[in-house]
């Protein structure tokens, strides 16, 4: 037994020395000259090989939307690689369907162009530009949710449709060298498209929400690229039911705003999740929602309430109050809109289900 274990760790061991191995020759031996890229059948350009496909298209100005910058877990980034592509890596399998991987469907943040390569991409996204922005306003919504309100620079406005969001980059900062960039959906209304609000819940040890928490300063420059995304209001005559938690808050605001611009009459009821009192923001926005909308309710519920909060309003996880609300609605038109974790996401998708609402009638926006 000790025998195998041994080997085991051994062969394990060389292994790892190998891929390791591979690794440096790939960043310092390898050199795969120039590269041509068409785009499409028709844009073609040449780039110095070595890059991934995103990061090529990006010098190129052709803006994939990479929500996880280009990690390998949203797979956003996917098009269409015609000629050359090689075969799907282990990276980008699990992300693709079989249907995909037969339509030659790639993860251009994994795909290393080392040969001349023709590839399709949809033509909305040549519409996500680069834009420079100035911090107008921070402002702490609660202690680890800040609003970022940014005057646009150039260009000096932006055309979203209400539930997009765009992709923030930091600049680098103490003890972090790289730009990352991170998707951030739109609060604002597109009726003013000079200026663009975020709302970022600060994740402990994330790159680009440490720094928006802890070194962005109103009068800082920063850069984006954008609008991306289609997460969106549908069209129907049936109730909606929205759920979010946290900074999911932002995407239902801008859709909200563009149900008020078009004096929607439908019954509109907005379920968010907090654990204590402190954690919960917009409650003043949400009232003026009340007063201009025909038929809006705003249910914040709280899954731990201090005993100071005082709280009479709803408890426990949102899907508690989501499931015991839709249990006494006619279902059959309802549309859901979630914005969250995915856990969240997971689980109020399973409550709609259970009580009716089809999954085509579900509409979200997981914050992965
Ligand atoms: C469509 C969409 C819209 C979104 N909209 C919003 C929004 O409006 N507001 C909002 O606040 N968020 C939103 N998000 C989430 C946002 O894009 C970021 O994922 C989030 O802000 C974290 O970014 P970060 O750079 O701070 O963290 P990251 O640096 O990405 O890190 C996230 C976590 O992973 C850990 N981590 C990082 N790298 C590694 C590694 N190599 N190995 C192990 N762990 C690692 C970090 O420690 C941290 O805990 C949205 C996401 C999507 C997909």
Redesign the pocket.
């Known amino acids: 037994m000790t025998q195998i274990l041994i080997t085991m760790g051994v062969l394990g061991g060389i292994n790892g020395l190998l891929a390791l191995l591979l690794v440096i020759a790939e960043k310092f031996i390898a050199n795969y000259g120039s590269c041509r890229i068409t785009v499409n059948g028709e844009k073609i350009f040449e780039i110095q090989g070595g890059s991934s496909l995103l990061n090529s298209l990006k010098t190129q100005k052709i803006f994939l939307p990479s929500?996880?910058?280009g990690?390998g877990t949203?797979a956003?980034c996917k098009c269409r690689v015609l000629d050359n592509g090689g075969t799907v890596l282990p990276t980008e399998a699990p992300l693709l369907t079989q249907d995909e991987i037969k339509n030659h469907v790639r993860l251009a943040c994994q795909l290393k162009v080392k040969k001349d390569l023709a590839v399709e991409i949809p033509e909305e996204l040549f519409n996500i530009q680069e834009f420079t922005a100035v911090v107008e306003k921070l402002e702490d919504l609660t202690s680890d949710?800040k609003l970022v309100r940014l005057q646009l620079k150039h260009p000096e406005t932006i055309q979203f449709k209400p539930g997009q969001?765009v992709?923030l980059q930091?600049n680098p900062y103490e003890g972090v060298k790289e730009t990352?960039s991170?998707?951030?959906?739109?609060?604002s209304p597109d009726s003013d498209s000079r200026v663009l609000e975020?709302?970022?819940?600060?994740?402990?040890?994330?790159?680009?929400?440490?720094?928006?928490h802890q070194y962005l300063k109103a009068g800082d420059e920063v850069r984006f690229t954008g609008p991306?995304?289609d997460?969106a209001l549908h069209e129907g005559e049936g109730e909606i039911v929205m759920v979010a938690g946290?900074?999911?808050m932002?995407?239902m605001v801008s859709l909200l705003n563009q149900l008020e611009k078009q004096k929607s009459k439908r019954k509109i009821t907005y379920f968010f999740g907090a654990v204590k009192r402190s954690e919960l923001f917009y409650e003043e926005v949400m009232k003026r929602f009340g007063e201009r909308l025909v038929d809006f309710t705003f249910v914040p519920a709280l899954s731990q309430p201090d005993p100071d909060d005082h709280w009479s309003g709803k408890t426990g996880l949102i899907t508690r109050p989501l499931d015991e609300y839709l249990q006494t609605i006619d279902t059959s038109k309802v549309q859901g809109y979630l914005?969250g974790s995915p856990g969240m996401i997971r689980a109020c998708i399973g409550v709609f289900s259970q009580r009716g609402v089809e999954n085509d009638r579900i509409y979200y926006?997981?914050?992965?």
């Open positions: 929500a996880c910058g990690r949203c956003y949710i969001y992709q930091n990352a991170r998707a951030y959906s739109i609060a975020l709302i970022i819940r600060l994740v402990p040890e994330g790159i680009v929400t440490t720094w928006v991306m995304g997460f946290g900074s999911g932002a995407p914005c926006d997981p914050f992965s």
